[in-house]
């Protein structure tokens, strides 16, 4: 008799280091990109021979190379191997953050304030005291905490810590981190031969991280549109021809709008990389950071990765995005907002949320303060009262309009003779005379807003 036995991949226990199997699908190997909260948003973490792409259209900040930096640090912490590419690399690699414990990068001695802000902005929940009957309900929570992933697998970084040199050292005489200087005068197939030509050389028994932190900036030359599509697109070819290897690469702030590329060149950008996320930071609209205060910027999703399988991971394993949670009651719809913000020691993605008084910190409960009050006899008694208005919006966005009512006998005025004749052929009893009534009406331009 034979015996049958069942058929195992033999891939799962020599899995790289610093990866594991996607929880959608047996035959997805992922990563992480340091960062809890973007791996949930990915669905578990970016797959290899898969390539992000992270817009900031921000011309002053920097949360995309920040997002870059986490990205290497999380490789050069779990032992994957870490190209940058870069007209300093060694400079870029010296800015990334590192765990807790190491030399912090500046020498103001942790400040104790703004730790104690950190921590009553993460944990202010449990400090608020509620009835009774809602205390076994589950806690309101707007992000992914690191606790809930294996510590092998994304480590906790600081933000006010530096790798330190010595680890940079051990790592360039290792080949762990190969640098990749870019010039302008060197075409972007140079940058792609190098780059097959390192993958080639490497053995699945390791996997290897592509960083580019500012794809399009000056010293890649002058850059057309063309180019940087044609680039995007032989990169995302080449990294899945090998499977052991992905990419994360952040565009320059000029090329992450329509503006440059023309219409519908952020959808092109989405079209040739696997995952691509957007993150408009609210620096350039102070309208928007008055709204959203506890928040940097918003979070765009426009593709993400799904490596042998139609749907992506994250439709369905995403906490954050929040349509496994809705699929059932909503259809599949009910997708949250999310939204960015960098805390003293981390960055983090969340859903975008009002505050506890629904945005805004006072309610208004009287008129604008643009109205103008007019009094009663500063209004002429013949000026229409369209006059008024017209006159009155010239000037200022809000006009009062007064009008007066009077009895019939006291409103016209008219010769003694033309009201002798009337009377006589229409005998009209005299009217008591009547009190004038005053009627006050409020018109503006703007229309009416109202703070929920």
């Not at 195992?8 to 899995?15: D, E, K, V, Y």
């Not at 910027?297 to 399988?309: C, D, E, K, R």
Request: hydrophobic fraction near 35%; aromatic fraction near 6%; charge should be negative.
């Amino acid at each position: 008799m034979s015996s049958f036995k069942r058929k195992t991949p033999s891939g799962r226990a020599t899995l790289p280091q610093g990866t594991r199997l996607s929880p959608f699908s047996t035959s997805t190997v992922i990563t992480s990109t340091g960062i809890p909260s973007l791996d949930d948003i990915l669905g578990g973490g970016l797959p290899l021979s898969c390539s992000l792409a992270i817009l900031a259209p921000d011309h002053h900040s920097a949360y995309g190379e920040l997002v870059q930096k986490y990205f290497v640090a999380q490789g050069l912490a779990s032992g994957q191997k870490v190209c940058i590419i870069h007209d300093e690399p060694l400079r870029f690699a010296r800015e990334c953050i590192w765990m807790p414990g190491s030399t912090p990068s500046t020498p103001a001695q942790s400040s104790t304030a703004e730790d104690a802000d950190d921590e009553r902005a993460s944990q202010h929940d449990d400090k608020i005291k509620i009835a009774w009957r809602y205390e076994q309900m589950k806690k309101f929570q707007t992000t992914v905490s690191s606790n809930s992933l294996n510590d092998d697998f994304c480590m906790t970084f600081d933000l006010t810590c530096r790798i330190p040199t010595a680890a940079l050292d051990v790592a360039r005489q290792s080949s762990q981190l190969i640098p990749i200087d870019v010039d302008s005068s060197e075409d972007s197939t140079g940058v792609i031969e190098r780059i097959e030509e390192l993958l080639s050389n490497s053995t699945n028994a390791h996997a290897v991280r592509i960083c580019i932190p500012a794809l399009g900036s000056p010293y890649w030359g002058d850059m057309q549109p063309s180019t940087v599509l044609t680039l995007l697109h032989a990169l995302r070819r080449l990294l899945h021809r090998y499977p052991n290897a992905c990419a994360s690469l952040c565009l320059a702030p000029h090329m992450c709008t329509d503006t440059w590329g023309g219409p519908g060149w952020v959808q092109k950008i989405g079209w040739l990389t696997d995952a691509a996320i957007s993150m408009s930071a609210f620096g350039a609209d102070p309208s928007l950071a008055s709204l959203f205060p506890s928040h940097h910027g918003i979070v765009q999703i426009l593709t993400l990765p799904a490596p042998h399988t139609i749907l992506p991971a994250s439709d369905k394993y995403s906490t954050l995005r929040g349509l496994s949670s809705a699929a059932g009651a909503m259809g599949g719809s009910g997708e949250n907002n999310l939204a960015f913000k960098c805390m003293r020691k981390r960055l983090i993605f969340e859903t975008l949320h009002l505050d506890l008084e629904g945005g805004v910190t006072e309610r208004r409960t009287t008129p604008s303060s643009n109205a103008i009050t007019l009094d009663a006899s500063m209004v002429h008694e013949t000026m229409p009262a369209a006059v008024l208005a017209t006159e009155g919006r010239k000037g200022s966005l809000a006009i009062v309009e007064v009008e007066f009512e009077r009895a019939k006998g006291v409103e016209f005025d008219a010769p003694a003779e033309a009201m002798t004749d009337v009377s006589a052929e229409h005998p009209v009893a005299p009217a008591k005379p009547k009190k004038a009534k005053k009627k006050v009406a409020f018109h503006s331009e703007r229309p009416d807003l109202y703070d929920f």
